[in-house]
Structure formats: C-alpha cells, structure tokens
C-alpha cells in the first residue's frame, strides 16, 4: 500500500511540474504593467523623422532619367557612370563613421539626418558638381518590423512608407488566425536597455486611429492566443504527458498486483 501512495505522489508531482512548465510558454511577452496609457497620448515620429544611423542602407535615385545614380558594369574596371542606364537600383551603406560613398562625390556625412534632409544635401552636391539640374530620390531601405504570435504571416517586414499602422501591417501579412486573442496584442518598442510595452485592444474601434499604432523601425508586434486557444493548448500538453505517465502508471500498478499474489 506504501507503494501505491508513492507512485501517486510520483504521478502528482509530474503534473505540477507539466502545468508550470506550459504556464511560463504562455506567459511570452506578458507585461504585467500596462503603460499604453502614458505612451497613447504621445504621437510617435513617422519615420520621415527617423535620422539615418550607420549601417542603414541607402537607395539613392536621379528621378532625372529615371535611373540610378551609378552604373558600374561588372565585367568591366571602368568608373562608373552618372545617371547611366541600368536595371537595378544602386544601394548604399552608410559606414561606421556616418559617411556614405557615392560616385563623383566621395564620401557625404548623412548619418544624423532625416531622409529628406540627405536627399536635399546630395542633390544640391550633385548640383553643384556633376549634374544639371538633378532630381535626387533616396529611401531608407533596411528599416523594418517584426510580427510573431497569432498571425498568419509571422516574420520581417519592410516599411516603405512613412506612416504605417499596426492594422494596415495585419492585413499585409494575411490577417489574425482563429486562435489570437484581438484584445492583447502588443507592440514592443524601445531600446533593449528600455523597452516598453503598448498594449492594444483591436476589438475598440478607436484603436485604429490611435497614434501608437503609428509603426516605427525596430518594433516588435506580438499577438496574443485567446483564453479558449490556450485551453485547448494546455489540455493537449496535458494528454500528451499523461497518456505515457498512465500506461507506466498501469504497468507499474499490474506488476505490483502480480508480485504480492
């Protein structure tokens, strides 16, 4: 009989162990603090603010021919060519110390500016020193956001205009599945020393037109799994631990009656 009480104890603690375990899964990105109410208030800057760091890439156009800048032939050591024809967008990186290459000017200081300031300042070098008249273009082209959880379309995704919302991203990549929960979807931002949790309810209508869904690079949206989802979830963990716990459990239980005949 001491026995049989042990493998319950054995059997009890198991499970406590299983419903821990699947406890701390569910709890991915749970902020127990909301403070969507102080950063709500605040309209976050469209990334026709965002100042260009190092590292950033750079797509930089003459819309005067609709071309790229540069034109360098890979099969050949020539100098590249302004406003020459090519196929395919030129891309820059910005360099560590904030510069960024470009063909018959060297190397311009960009890092620090907004999108609109750098484009101003290379048309006008371009003006000054190469080019009639230049219609300069440049986009940031490595900026972007990433969206896990209960959503059809997990992973990275470019923002290519300056004002995206968190609705208009949902849609882009496929929608909510059956199982997300529309009241707790949060979008984390911030630095890794500081970041900081917005907390969205997708069910109130004027979530839409809140200023916090203004997307900004680096923000990170996770999607929360509804109540009965994680129900369900947690009764399949639980039967999938189970079900070898109770065939052992009866072996053990079989064995134990057979020996004390």
């Known amino acids: ?30 902020e127990k603090k909301s403070i969507s109410d102080t950063l709500s208030t605040k309209s976050p800057l469209p990334l026709s603010e965002y100042h260009i760091k190092s590292q950033d890439i750079l797509e930089i156009r003459n ?29 820059f990186q910005v360099e560590e110390d904030g510069t960024v290459a470009l063909t018959g000017l060297g190397h311009v200081h960009v890092a620090g500016l907004t999108r609109f300031e750098a484009q101003k300042l290379i048309e006008s070098l371009y003006h000054n020193a190469l080019l009639k008249d230049p219609i300069i273009a440049l986009k940031i082209v490595n900026l972007k956001v990433t969206i896990l959880g209960e959503i059809k379309g997990q992973g990275n995704y470019a923002l290519t205009k300056d004002k995206i919302t968190l609705v208009e991203l949902i849609g882009e990549a496929g929608g909510l599945t059956d199982k997300a929960n529309e009241k707790n979807v949060k979008i984390i931002r911030g630095t890794e020393k500081n970041p900081k949790v917005i907390e969205i309810d ?13 997307l900004q690079s680096g923000d990170i949206i996770y999607v929360a799994q509804n109540k009965r989802a994680a129900r369900a979830d947690n009764l399949q963990n639980f039967s999938t631990v189970f079900q070898p716990v109770l065939l052992l ?6 064995l134990y009656t057979l020996i004390h005949r």
């Open 1 to 30: 009989m001491r026995q049989l009480i042990f493998l319950y104890l054995i059997l009890g603690v198991i499970l406590i162990c299983t419903s821990c375990s699947d406890k701390q899964y569910q709890a991915l990105f749970q």
């Open 63 to 91: 819309l005067q021919n609709n071309k790229s800048i540069v034109d360098l032939s890979p099969s050949t050591n020539a100098t590249p060519s302004l406003g020459s024809a090519t196929t395919q967008p030129e891309t």
């Open 202 to 214: 997708l069910n109130n209508i004027r979530s839409i037109n809140d200023p916090a869904t203004i």
């Open 249 to 254: 459990f009866n072996t053990v239980l079989i």
